[in-house]
């Protein structure tokens, strides 16, 4: 019984401490910036015909295709608009986390970082392990430190209003995140996601937007080329292409806290 009570109290703790990071998170993404400013008056400029025609230029030969029918959707009873702009920001997030994970299965089917990243003073899984086993392997406190980050990166987004930048579904441009300027000035150093040195904000307005087309593009591909790498090591022969390199794999890639979740 003392077993029992232990293991309760290890949960409550657990839930406690998760509940914290999320609401402290809620806290810094409004706390630090002017409450007064009005976003209210943005015109709103997304409907399905920008749908079909940002296809024409995306895809020449494929162009508008919707089987799914979302862009005649009314999501939340926003009205086709804020709809618009839900699905817009949307694919461009997926495209970038698509992106991102491309990019980072590549690097770690070859190389791990050297140094500690464990308490214990060792590094990361081998490389000999496939990205879906080094996920695996990794202790249960850094996937939710992942994941934090992820809720984080999340909220801040979604209360882009209080630093005056109206919500995606309210006239902001699909794929603009909001600055993370008052969380450096007041918690910690952290870059920009989006230009993070300036770069292009000199940049012809010609040229960001034939860079929209081609981020959306390489987004898409990128959604194709991770869960090719993802069903070649969990369906033998799946992707022909890949047979030759793929690392089987025996877990879930939809369970990522498969054999140690727990609260």
Same mark, same amino acid.
């Given at each position: 019984?003392?077993? +029992?009570?232990?293991?309760?109290?290890d949960?409550?703790?657990?839930?406690?401490?998760?509940?914290? %990071?999320?609401?402290?998170t809620?806290?810094?993404?409004?706390?630090? =910036?002017?409450?007064?400013?009005? =976003?209210?008056?943005?015109?709103l400029?997304? &409907?399905? !015909?920008?749908?079909?025609?940002l296809?024409?230029? %995306?895809?020449? @030969?494929?162009?508008?295709y *919707?089987?799914? !029918?979302?862009?005649?959707?009314?999501?939340?009873?926003?009205?086709?608009?804020?709809?618009?702009?839900f699905?817009?920001?949307?694919? #461009?997030?997926?495209?970038r =986390?698509?992106?991102?994970?491309f990019?980072?299965?590549? =690097?770690q089917?070859?190389? #791990?970082?050297?140094?500690?990243?464990?308490?214990?003073?060792?590094?990361?899984?081998s490389?000999?392990?496939?990205?879906?086993?080094? /996920?695996?392997? +990794?202790?249960e406190?850094?996937? /939710?430190?992942?994941?934090? %980050? @992820?809720?984080?990166?999340?909220?801040?987004?979604?209360?882009?209003? !209080?630093?005056?930048?109206p919500?995606?579904?309210?006239?902001?441009m699909?794929?603009?995140?909001?600055? $993370?300027q008052p969380?450096?000035?007041n918690?910690?150093?952290? $870059?920009?996601l989006f *230009?993070?040195?300036?770069? &292009?904000?000199?940049?012809a307005?010609?040229?960001?937007?034939?860079?929209? +087309?081609?981020?959306?593009?390489?987004?898409?591909?990128?959604?194709?080329? +991770?869960?090719?790498?993802?069903?070649?090591?969990?369906?033998?022969d799946?992707?022909? !292409?890949?047979?030759a390199?793929? @690392?089987?794999?025996?877990?879930n890639?939809?369970?990522?806290?498969?054999?140690?979740?727990? $609260?």
């Amino acid at each position: 019984s003392l077993l +029992i009570i232990s293991q309760n109290n290890d949960k409550q703790n657990k839930m406690k401490i998760i509940a914290a %990071l999320l609401t402290s998170t809620f806290g810094i993404a409004s706390a630090f =910036v002017p409450a007064s400013q009005n =976003v209210g008056s943005v015109r709103l400029s997304e &409907s399905r !015909a920008d749908l079909e025609e940002l296809a024409g230029k %995306l895809n020449p @030969i494929v162009k508008f295709y *919707d089987p799914m !029918a979302l862009a005649q959707g009314d999501f939340y009873d926003m009205g086709e608009e804020a709809t618009v702009g839900f699905l817009r920001h949307s694919e #461009i997030k997926h495209g970038r =986390v698509a992106m991102a994970a491309f990019i980072g299965y590549c =690097v770690q089917s070859n190389f #791990i970082f050297p140094w500690p990243q464990h308490m214990d003073g060792t590094t990361g899984p081998s490389a000999s392990l496939s990205p879906e086993q080094q /996920w695996d392997a +990794i202790p249960e406190g850094a996937k /939710w430190q992942i994941f934090t %980050l @992820i809720a984080f990166l999340e909220i801040w987004d979604e209360c882009s209003s !209080a630093q005056g930048m109206p919500h995606y579904t309210k006239g902001r441009m699909p794929g603009k995140y909001p600055t $993370l300027q008052p969380f450096r000035d007041n918690v910690h150093f952290a $870059l920009d996601l989006f *230009d993070p040195f300036g770069f &292009s904000k000199n940049r012809a307005e010609e040229a960001k937007a034939r860079g929209r +087309i081609a981020e959306v593009n390489n987004g898409r591909l990128a959604m194709l080329g +991770i869960f090719g790498f993802l069903s070649a090591d969990k369906i033998a022969d799946s992707v022909p !292409a890949l047979s030759a390199i793929a @690392i089987p794999y025996d877990g879930n890639c939809m369970i990522p806290f498969e054999g140690n979740f727990h $609260l």
